[in-house]
């Protein structure tokens, strides 16, 4: 199969949203900005910026083909964009602008994209504040806020998946799209996104995972189909529709564009997302519990489960059947396999497994004990999840 760029204008307009809180736009238009006019980083920026900031083009798909400029203008108000996990990064926001927020206003939703407000969401407004282009950036599904402010405004939390983003919904808005596609998205749900519906047509979601504590992983993605660096640019030339050239026979894909927006920005944007540090450990937790429960996975887990980051550090991958997956997933990747997942702040961000099959680490726990035949203990059990939580 070869995919080309027509073939991927399909439908995901996973930016549609603008988003959340202000009063009517003409209070904001006249606000500085962090980037030049076109909202583009400028050359040589620092991987965050790029993570942050950059559309890698993607207009060409958000605005040339979904017309989401057209919908969030005139139907996206902040009430609905929060509704569906979009954030608003406080840091961007003029002091004490929130005290006469509108929030069923579109206007108010445009004016907060003009300020590079939207998480994820980069538009280029006009002095009049109409909104004439929007695109999309990495941060929309690997950032979100610390609520610091209002439930979904706050400071960025670079790196942590956006469980809120509920992509099927935003997707839906777009006039672009049949009642068949809208059926498909709308089925999604909060956190969850398919990165390969628009390649083979069918509909598996996957839960959207977190972007910190990468360091030191060999296999990033859930089927271990390369380097952080082929998934960047996996996703920023088919699914945000950015300009930019992506091949692998493997899957059948050949997408060449020029210039390429995507290829030379690829290192410094790698370079970010292994800097960032998983979570902190929760400060409390019971100790001896955790304690037991390391002897517990030293014994039971370790095998696969390996070193600092508790992942195979040879790369090696699974077929479904060996841990009990679904396989659908797997059998539409390149691989065909799943990696050993890294343990990273596992506290911070059910569900589990690629589809979020577990909602709780006790329900991993319950299915390894199954799948593997671990003689545990309900009291094992226990202090098994207790030492999860810490990891």
């Known amino acids: 199969?070869?995919?080309?760029?027509?073939?991927?204008?399909?439908?995901?307009?996973?930016?549609?949203?603008?988003?959340?809180?202000?009063?009517?736009?003409?209070?904001?238009s006249g606000a500085a900005t962090k980037h030049p006019p076109d909202h583009k980083p400028p050359v040589g920026a620092t991987g965050q910026e790029i993570f942050r900031f950059d559309t890698f083009g993607d207009e060409q798909l958000w605005t040339d083909k979904l017309r989401m400029h057209e919908v969030i203008a005139s139907a996206v108000s902040p009430t609905i964009a929060l509704s569906v996990g979009l954030k608003v990064d406080a840091d961007a926001l003029p002091p004490g602008i929130l005290a006469t927020a509108d929030l069923n206003d579109p206007k108010t939703t445009v004016a907060l994209i003009g300020l590079d407000a939207v998480v994820g969401v980069m538009g280029k407004v006009d002095g009049s504040g109409k909104l004439h282009e929007v695109g999309i950036t990495c941060a929309l599904c690997h950032s979100t806020v610390d609520d610091s402010v209002a439930p979904g405004i706050g400071h960025r939390l670079d790196g942590w998946a956006n469980r809120d983003l509920d992509p099927g919904a935003i997707i839906a808005l777009s006039p672009a799209l049949t009642d068949a596609q809208r059926a498909v998205y709308s089925s999604w749900g909060p956190g969850y996104y398919d990165a390969r519906y628009n390649i083979d047509g069918i509909n598996d979601p996957a839960v959207i995972p977190p972007a910190y504590g990468l360091a030191g992983v060999a296999a990033e993605t859930y089927t271990g189909d390369g380097p952080v660096s082929y998934w960047n640019n996996y996703v920023a030339v088919t699914q945000m529709g950015g300009h930019g050239n992506f091949s692998d026979p493997r899957i059948g894909i050949n997408i060449v564009q020029t210039p390429d927006l995507v290829t030379p920005k690829l290192p410094a944007l790698r370079d970010y997302q292994l800097s960032i540090p998983k979570p902190p450990i929760p400060e409390s937790f019971n100790v001896a519990s955790a304690a037991r429960g390391k002897a517990v996975f030293e014994a039971n887990c370790s095998r696969c489960h390996e070193g600092a980051i508790y992942t195979d550090v040879a790369r090696t991958l699974h077929a479904a059947a060996e841990t009990g997956m679904d396989p659908l997933y797997a059998t539409r990747s390149a691989t065909k396999l799943y990696r050993t997942t890294p343990l990273r702040a596992l506290w911070q961000h059910p569900p589990y497994f690629h589809d979020g099959s577990a909602k709780t680490l006790e329900d991993v726990v319950d299915h390894y004990a199954r799948v593997l035949g671990l003689r545990l203990a309900d009291c094992d059990k226990s202090d098994l999840v207790a030492f999860l939580k810490t990891i």
């Open 1 to 28: 199969m070869r995919v080309t760029r027509i073939g991927l204008v399909v439908g995901f307009a996973l930016a549609a949203c603008g988003t959340d809180s202000i009063n009517d736009g003409a209070d904001l």
